[in-house]
């Protein structure tokens, strides 16, 4: 599987973005697919992830009212929908993917095996 993130840039504080996380190389519906941060300086986080069989959702409390991950299974892709940013979410954002995962595990970044390239998000105030 190979993941491909896109729709990063600059956006004022209160504003959206959306992004996305197209996958290509197999079918895509017996994965979880994350999405994970990483701010300047800090590690690498869980914020949101969707089973594509059942779509069972789990998000971080730090992005909880405010993010909403959805997906389209068939175009393979799966979105991140971010409003009322605020600057402390300004990180580089990649999407990870695994067919193994379990529910309890969804925020670990070891048990997810493919991993996009980030898109960075940058929120001003």
């Known amino acids: 599987v190979q993941l491909q993130a896109s729709g990063g840039g600059v956006v004022q504080a209160g504003g959206s973005l959306r992004l996305s996380c197209a996958a290509s190389?197999?079918?895509?519906?017996?994965?979880?697919v994350a999405w994970f941060r990483q701010a300047p300086g800090k590690e690498r986080m869980f914020v949101a992830a969707?089973?594509?069989?059942?779509?069972?959702?789990d998000y971080a409390d730090a992005v909880k009212g405010r993010f909403t991950i959805s997906r389209d299974n068939a175009k393979n892709t799966v979105y991140l929908e971010m409003n009322t940013l605020r600057p402390e979410d300004t990180a580089v954002y990649y999407c990870?993917?695994?067919?193994?995962?379990?529910?309890?595990?969804?925020?670990?970044?070891?048990?997810?095996?493919?991993w996009g390239q980030g898109t960075l998000v940058t929120v001003s105030s």
């Open positions: 969707i089973k594509l069989s059942g779509g069972t959702i």
């Open positions: 190389g197999e079918s895509f519906r017996r994965y979880v």
């Open positions: 990870a993917a695994s067919s193994t995962v379990i529910r309890s595990n969804f925020a670990s970044q070891s048990a997810y095996g493919y």
